[in-house]
């Protein structure tokens, strides 16, 4: 992801202008009920062992197990750096930790895919940041405008962000992880990239690009970021900010994306969920429309169950029709999980109070 387009940035600034309320309810689940709370950006979730749940605080740089009675237990903590992508395998804990995400500065990036096994041993996987800086997979994509719009256009364009044209740049920002055996599969909003890494021997390969996500300027939004009214009509290729991954019932992995740039209705809902083959990387968009997705689940029937930050919902969107529908309105959702007909998920999250998230449940029955 180029450094003008971090996730955190694109999330702050559809903060602020997204309108807070929920689409109208299709769905009711029971619920929900609240296991945590006071919790400091929870952007990751996983199921733990029995009925606990474990959570990261991105912000405060903590993994923790949340037990079924609301019994919160800390497990690992690194302070200044971003810890998430939690995910788990029998009596394994995968995770991943960063700094120096969309700054501009390839070296100072560091970013690592980490293990704890059952006796609280932490061991480093492989370092991501190292492998960005050697691979830039992301790199032969363009983003901005294309070839249609004219040099005289592009001239008047003098606004940093965003910019009028760049390629992918060297940047890596691991966010989230998912297993299979012994493949851990990383989805890097940095890179805009899926990863996969063998966990025992760190050997890491690029599976998948997530293709350009454009959207066509409108004078609103043009206005809107100080664009020269020459480029209306025109599409803008934003980045396909890749915020989580997981395994379907099909064996494939389905990925969310939140493009970069502006989440506001303007330029309409424009996240989007891709399928992608996990042997070969084909890599297919399976649902959009999609108002910020930061987190997906998957049932045992292929229905996604998809967190939408700042629509304040969780949409079901239907395997065989790919209709959305809300299964529960929340604040602020990030990470959901489904366990038999519970689903988890982290709400609450917002700038204006770094400490409101929760940890809940809802049954989908």
Not at 45 to 66: E, I, M
Not at 164 to 169: E, K
Not at 301 to 324: C, H, K, L, P, W
Request: proline letters at 7%; one cysteine or more.
């Amino acid at each position: 992801m180029n450094k003008t387009f971090p996730i955190v940035a694109c999330l702050a600034a559809a903060a602020i202008i997204i309108p807070v309320g929920p689409a109208t309810a299709t769905q009711k689940p029971s619920g929900p009920e609240t296991l945590a709370e006071h919790l400091m950006a929870p952007l990751s979730l996983a199921l733990g062992p029995g009925k606990s749940v474990l959570v990261t605080q991105n912000f405060a740089g903590t993994l923790d197990r949340v037990d079924d009675d609301g019994h919160l237990s800390n497990i690992y903590t690194n302070p200044g750096w971003d810890v998430g992508g939690v995910e788990t395998r029998g009596t394994t804990t995968f995770f991943v930790e960063s700094v120096g995400a969309s700054q501009g500065n390839p070296d100072a990036l560091a970013g690592y895919l980490k293990s704890i096994n059952g006796r609280g041993e932490v061991s480093t996987i492989v370092d991501l940041a190292t492998y960005e800086r050697k691979n830039n997979p992301d790199g032969f994509h363009d983003y901005g405008f294309g070839s249609d719009v004219t040099d005289q256009c592009l001239a008047q364009i003098t606004a940093p962000f965003p910019p009028a044209q760049y390629s992918g740049a060297v940047d890596s920002h691991p966010y989230a992880t998912a297993v299979q055996g012994n493949t851990v599969f990383v989805a890097d909003a940095g890179m805009n990239a899926i990863l996969k890494v063998n966990a025992a021997t760190g050997e890491t390969s690029t599976l998948a690009v997530l293709p350009p996500r454009p959207a066509a300027a409108t004078a609103d939004a043009a206005a809107a970021v100080g664009f020269p009214s020459c480029v209306v009509g025109h599409d803008y290729a934003f980045e396909p900010v890749p915020t989580d991954v997981e395994i379907g019932p099909d064996g494939w992995l389905y990925v969310s994306s939140l493009p970069g740039g502006p989440e506001d209705p303007s330029l309409g809902a424009r996240g989007a969920i891709f399928r992608v083959n996990p042997w070969t990387g084909a890599t297919h968009l399976w649902a959009d429309d999609i108002l910020s997705p930061t987190g997906i689940a998957v049932s045992g029937t292929g229905d996604v169950y998809a967190a939408s930050m700042f629509g304040n919902e969780i949409v079901r969107i239907d395997a065989r029709t790919r209709e959305q529908s809300q299964f529960l309105a929340v604040d602020g959702p990030a990470g959901v999980e489904l366990r038999g007909n519970t689903l988890y998920a982290t709400a609450g999250f917002s700038f204006a109070d770094l400490t409101a998230g929760t940890v809940l449940k809802a049954s989908i029955r």
